[in-house]
């Protein structure tokens, strides 16, 4: 024991002066009797353990005034190691150790002071020796050590050691305290282990037991981030669906992505509904979520209705807001007539205000069919029924069935449409337009829509580059051999440093 009292802290180096006033008590209290320092030295294990102050009181009755050190004099000493920022596991094993060298008899609360301290400085093989000595010593492990024991093996990421010794303490009819379970589900939350996570949570519910406010808020952010969506169902109806939770808003949008992966429409309806009691405001991006959670639960009516709302919102919707609904029919091998019928229906009888960009949509889906024919005809009743008027994107649909069917008499009909109705065309219209001219051999009239779409401030893409140069090649038109040496689209050239 003389070796905590002459040596500096482990890392610390002191002058004479600073370590006497580390070592040594005040003078007012070093005048204190014998029988008043021991009094001091038993409180102390009754508050925060302070390591350096037991130190000093140890110092003053062992080395100055001269005591036999005692059984409970280690046992103090021990516990003083519980002190977070000087205690060490590896005091605590010197200790013991001296204790069986001189023939100090080890008991129940000296062994229970080091398990104390094991869970605040874990070291697993010292924990299974006490463990071990208290049980070949008959010695019954108090409430206390169970939950000492529990927290070590927690603090070194032993959580189904942790479990396995919870269910022995349920099966003592130890009663286990509400911050361990707390202590176990905040460690759990940094592993993402959700789904023990709720088989703990409903167990000591069940028990007739709460959770703290704040550990319930902390599961459901962490569950959400990780998207477990059994947990936050959980806690949303047993919390947030009562009022007791008001969830933010990034715990909102994290739960609307999961459930656009796994179709959960009650829960993304829920969340809706939160957000629209406290008028939060809705971004373009909470709808797309709730779309493709409809369409990952196979209900397309109420994912074409969500977007009809969205549109409702006042939110520019553009043709993102139909990628997942077009990709989802193409899969599923839906006719577009019905998917034109049922907008038609909202439109008609449900009084639903349907964007053009789900019309326009369904003409694409028509073009991905190669069904020209149906196409035209959704074309021609886009006023009539929708009282839309077309844009350039529809017209782009359009123009790109034409090309993949080859009906290049239908294109011309388009442009003329797009003339009479004073649309302008954008870049995606030019390329579309020279692209199907090369192809039908029309150079000429390639080379006139190339020329307008410059002056326009557009330009090819790479790839319809390569595409234009490639039908040009073999020609001998003089409008093919323009396209094919115009500077925007002939093949760059590649110069080499010459050698000297």
């Not at 002191?14 to 007012?28: A, C, G, I, P, V």
């Not at 050691?161 to 460690?187: C, F, G, T």
């Amino acid at each position: 024991m003389d070796q905590y009292f002459i040596e500096s802290p482990p890392g610390k180096h002191f002058s004479k002066r600073t370590l006497w006033e580390y070592k040594n008590l005040d003078w007012s209290t070093r005048n204190r009797e014998d029988g008043h320092i021991e009094r001091m030295l038993r409180k102390t294990v009754e508050g925060a353990p302070d390591y350096k102050y037991t130190m000093k009181l140890m110092r003053e009755l062992i080395r100055r005034r001269g005591f036999q050190p005692q059984t409970w004099h280690y046992t103090v000493l021990i516990t003083a190691n519980s002190d977070a920022l000087l205690g060490c596991p590896k005091h605590v094993r010197s200790l013991l150790k001296e204790m069986d060298e001189n023939h100090i008899p080890i008991d129940s609360a000296t062994l229970h002071a080091a398990l104390q301290v094991l869970a605040v400085h874990p070291d697993y093989i010292l924990r299974q020796t006490i463990i071990h000595t208290l049980r070949d010593r008959w010695l019954t492990i108090s409430p206390e050590g169970w939950h000492n024991i529990v927290t070590g093996f927690i603090r070194e990421g032993q959580y189904e050691m942790a479990l396995d010794h919870i269910s022995r303490m349920q099966a003592q009819n130890i009663q286990v305290e509400p911050w361990l379970y707390s202590l176990l589900i905040y460690n759990l939350c940094e592993i993402s282990d959700f789904d023990m996570i709720l088989e703990l949570m409903a167990k000591w519910i069940s028990a007739g037991n709460e959770l703290s406010p704040n550990l319930w808020f902390h599961i459901l952010v962490a569950a959400s981030e990780s998207f477990h969506e059994k947990c936050v169902t959980f806690v949303w109806k047993k919390r947030v669906q009562l009022g007791l939770i008001n969830p933010p808003y990034g715990v909102c949008s994290n739960i609307l992505v999961m459930t656009s992966r796994t179709g959960n429409t009650w829960l993304a309806r829920e969340v809706f509904r939160v957000l629209q009691e406290r008028q939060g405001n809705f971004l373009l991006e909470d709808y797309n979520c709730f779309v493709d959670t409809c369409l990952a639960a196979d209900d397309l009516e109420l994912a074409l209705s969500v977007l009809c709302t969205a549109q409702k919102a006042t939110f520019k919707l553009d043709e993102t807001a139909t990628r997942s609904i077009l990709t989802y029919c193409i899969e599923k091998n839906i006719r577009p007539r019905t998917v034109w019928q049922r907008l038609a229906d909202m439109k008609t009888k449900e009084r639903y205000n349907v964007p053009l960009v789900a019309v326009n949509a369904v003409i694409e889906m028509a073009v991905h069919h190669k069904s020209m024919t149906v196409a035209l005809e959704f074309y021609h009743a886009l006023v009539d029924v929708f009282e839309h008027r077309p844009s350039a994107t529809t017209f782009n649909h359009l123009i790109r069935g034409c090309r993949v069917t080859g009906a290049y008499e239908m294109a011309n009909f388009f442009v003329q449409e797009m003339v009479l109705l004073d649309i302008f065309p954008d870049r995606m219209t030019y390329e579309l337009l020279v692209l199907l001219c090369v192809d039908a051999g029309r150079f000429r009239e390639a080379h006139r829509y190339f020329v307008e779409m410059m002056d326009s401030g557009f330009s090819l893409t790479p790839g319809s580059k390569v595409h234009v140069r490639t039908r040009c090649f073999d020609s001998d038109d003089q409008y093919a051999k323009l396209l094919r040496y115009d500077s925007e689209i002939r093949k760059p050239i590649a110069r080499q440093l010459m050698e000297r």
